[in-house]
């Protein structure tokens, strides 16, 4: 929540991304985000899940930090192998739904592997090379230097380490993506209205979308930050892409 945004009022993110409404905006929708991601995805949040986390290829025994974790549905896919997991994510107000669900006070005593922690992308509260494996899903998106938080997920992943971002793109087909571009422009501002306690948040989300760099320049980008082995494969069309990068090894 912001200084001038009232706790009544929804609280709405722009372009400049702003940390602190940006922060207050996620807060706000915090209780009912993964049911309403779910139901303006049409499900699809769930299989792009599950292609992440095989991606991420998570093993017993390993630390893997998942950054703009949200509630932590994606750091719990993890978790279940094993791999001690810190969930990560800017707002409070998510950090907090993340523990009520998943902490120690939630039924059953929570997931003991999976750590709650509030933390910037661009300045992570954590020590050079400490991470297995760094994830990022849907998240980069929202950080106003985003080339700032690859280098800052490449000090804290172990060299040879790896790193794995799912975040929107933009589908090549140019068909399907005036198809697309319908359903974001026309339909999902109703839906969101109906389900989502802040419209507007959503809003927001289809203009971040429509801004963001293509599959392309975004592995660009990764590259740029210092990774290497740096690829990508398409989602849902080209909806969202997986890329995936390597720390380099000593001189390599």
């Known amino acids: 929540m912001t200084a001038s945004t009232p706790e009544h009022q929804p609280n709405r993110a722009d372009l400049h991304k702003d940390p602190a409404r940006v922060s207050g905006m996620f807060d ?50 993890l978790a279940r192998s094993g791999a001690e997991v810190v969930a990560a994510d800017f707002s409070p107000g998510m950090i907090a739904e993340g523990r009520r669900r998943h902490g120690p006070g939630a039924p059953g005593g929570g997931i003991r592997n999976l750590s709650f922690v509030e933390a910037d992308a661009t300045a992570l509260p954590f020590g050079d090379d400490e991470f297995d494996a760094v994830t990022m ?17 490449l000090r804290v992943t172990k060299p040879g380490g790896r790193l794995v971002i799912c975040e929107f793109s933009h589908p090549p087909s140019r068909a399907f993506r ?26 927001y989300l289809n203009e971040s979308i429509k801004d963001w760099p293509d599959q392309r320049r975004l592995a660009a980008w990764i590259r740029e930050a210092g990774w290497t082995d740096v690829a990508y494969r398409n989602l849902s069309l080209g909806i969202v892409a997986l890329h995936r990068a390597v720390k380099p090894v000593g001189d390599r």
């Open 28 to 77: 706000q929708v915090a209780r009912g985000y993964d049911r309403t991601n779910t139901v303006l995805s049409l499900g699809n949040d769930r299989m792009w899940r599950v292609a992440t986390t095989r991606a991420v290829a998570p093993k017993r025994g390993e630390r893997i930090l998942d950054l703009a974790a949200g509630t932590g549905a994606s750091s719990v896919s």
């Open 178 to 203: 005036g198809l697309y571009r319908f359903y974001n422009d026309r339909v999902l501002p109703v839906v969101a209205k109906t389900v989502s306690s802040n419209a507007d948040a959503y809003d």
């Open 137 to 153: 899903s849907f998240g980069l998106r929202n950080v106003n230097d985003p080339k700032k938080a690859l280098r800052e997920l």
